[in-house]
Each structure stands twice: as C-alpha cells, then as structure tokens.
C-alpha cells in the first residue's frame, strides 16, 4: 500500500485556490476527489473498487473470468435427452480469445471433461470476448463438433449452453448466380426482383422436408439441422411474393452422423430473364 505517504510541492490542480492557511509544500492527495495527485495513479473520483481504479487509488487489473460450457445430446424432433452416444467419452471444450477486432490473439485452449458430466468449467481466462465450442471426441478422436459461438467476458462470468443433435445435421451450401439468357455471372445486387435464396430440403420418399429462405449475400449458409437421411435439395432464387425467379439443378445430399455438417457444395442458380 501506498497509502499516508507525502511528497512535498504536490500541486496539480490548475487554479486551486484553497487556502488554510498552511503552505502547499505540504498539500496531500486526497483519492476519490476527481484529481490525480501525490502517489495516486488514478482517480476516478470516487472510493469503489472494481471499476477500474481503485478505493485507494491503485489501477485495478481486470480479474480474469470463469466460463461454464453444458452440453446435451437431444433428438431432433422430441428433444430428448439421450445422455451420451457410446462413442463419445470426452468434451473437449475449445476457447479461442479474440481482439478487438474480432481476430484470434495466439492459440486456443482447450480443456477436457468427462461426457457424462454433461457440464464442464474453465477459470482464469481473459477478459474480453472468447470464440468458443465443444468437441465430442472418443478418446483423442473428434466425432463431432458445435458451431462456435463467442461471448463477452469482459464484465461477468458466463454459461454458454450447447446442443448436440444425435440423429440429425446440417447441409451447408454455397452458391453462385448467372444469367439463364447470357450464361454470365450475376450478383446478388445486379438482379433488382431478388428477395433471397429458398431451400427446400425433402427427406427421400416422404413428404417430410423443410423450407428455409436465405439473404443472397454472403452467398453461403447452413440449414436447420435435419433428421438423419437422404434429402434431395431444391434450390431457388426468389422474389418479394416468395415466386421463384431462377433455379438450381436439384442437389441430394445424405445425413448419417452426429450433429454433423455435411457440405453439399457449389451451386449455379440461373436466373430467368436474364
Ligand atoms: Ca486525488
Ligand atoms: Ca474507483
């Protein structure tokens, strides 16, 4: 502590005028009075800890937070806790800290937890935003993985909850537009009809499927996630009346694992008209 020590000549305040009839050879910092003076190395004006400068005036260091991840392993449609899959023993918990501008800062930490515990707890990490997600794994082999998610722990610990889908996935695709007439690229912004782009993803043999409808840009996207099977993949172009204005040749794709992501990759969406 720094605290009862004098300097002599301590002056800082323009235009201090009070005046007790003593000399300012002998004036003492006063912490919580707004002024930075004599041994304080800030002043905040007032006397609470942990914003930063302290009651006794000493820079505070941010303390380092606690980040809790939980994670479950549901059924698509009952969500159902399944508990874990015989073939994931461990959660790897995957913490990523971020700048202020959203790159990675070194390498991620990743910390190891009994599946079964279905919750798991990292201390001292940094304070600022993390990306971060959970990687089941059979011993040292992944099986699958969470999209990542990143959160702010700059002012308070934080939960983040995690799903696992046990009979289900998602398809993730990319696309490109081109004129139907010209057989030249098109952007999103250069066909002034186009609302978005919908996918309608049917389940082989049933009727069962979904219908979801994408921003054009950035010109990719994950689906829900789907139950497990083989989808054929409608994919178009559409306006503001939810009317198709160009279409892609249809895709099929198969879900078979466990939350899995499975890339159906590149397709051309011909616009009509153009
Ligand atoms: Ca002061
Ligand atoms: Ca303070």
């Not at 002024?35 to 006794?56: I, L």
């Not at 912004?189 to 994408?214: H, K, N, Y």
């Not at 497990?228 to 198969?254: E, F, K, P, R």
């Amino acid at each position: 502590m720094r605290v009862g020590a004098v300097l002599s000549a301590v002056l800082v305040v323009a235009g201090c005028s009070g005046d007790d009839g003593g000399s300012s050879d002998d004036a003492q910092a006063v912490c919580g009075d707004g002024v930075r003076g004599g041994v304080e190395a800030c002043d905040d004006g007032n006397n609470e800890d942990e914003d930063g400068c302290s009651a006794t005036c000493e820079i505070e260091e941010e303390p380092p937070a606690t980040l809790d991840a939980t994670w479950v392993f549901e059924t698509v449609d009952g969500g159902f806790n399944q508990g874990c899959p015989s073939n994931v023993d461990t959660m790897a918990f995957v913490i990523q800290p971020l700048d202020a501008m959203g790159d990675p800062v070194g390498q991620p930490s990743i910390d190891l937890f009994d599946c079964v515990d279905e919750e798991g707890s990292v201390t001292d990490l940094p304070p600022g935003e993390l990306l971060v997600y959970l990687e089941a794994r059979n011993g040292s082999t992944p099986i699958a993985q969470t999209f990542s998610e990143i959160v702010d722990v700059t002012d308070e610990d934080k939960i983040v909850d995690f799903t696992f889908y046990s009979d289900g996935g998602y398809f993730y695709l990319q696309w490109n537009l081109v004129g139907a007439t010209t057989g030249m690229p098109l952007t999103c912004t250069s066909v002034p009809r186009l609302d978005g782009v919908g996918l309608i993803a049917t389940l082989s043999g049933t009727a069962v499927g979904i219908d979801q409808e994408f921003d054009c840009d950035p010109q990719e996207n994950t689906t829900d996630v789907l139950e497990n099977g083989q989808y054929v993949l409608d994919i178009d172009a559409i306006d503001m009346n939810n009317q198709s204005i160009g279409t892609a040749d249809a895709v099929t794709g198969t879900l078979a694992g466990l939350n899995q992501v499975v890339d159906i990759g590149l397709v051309t969406i011909s616009i009509t008209g153009q």
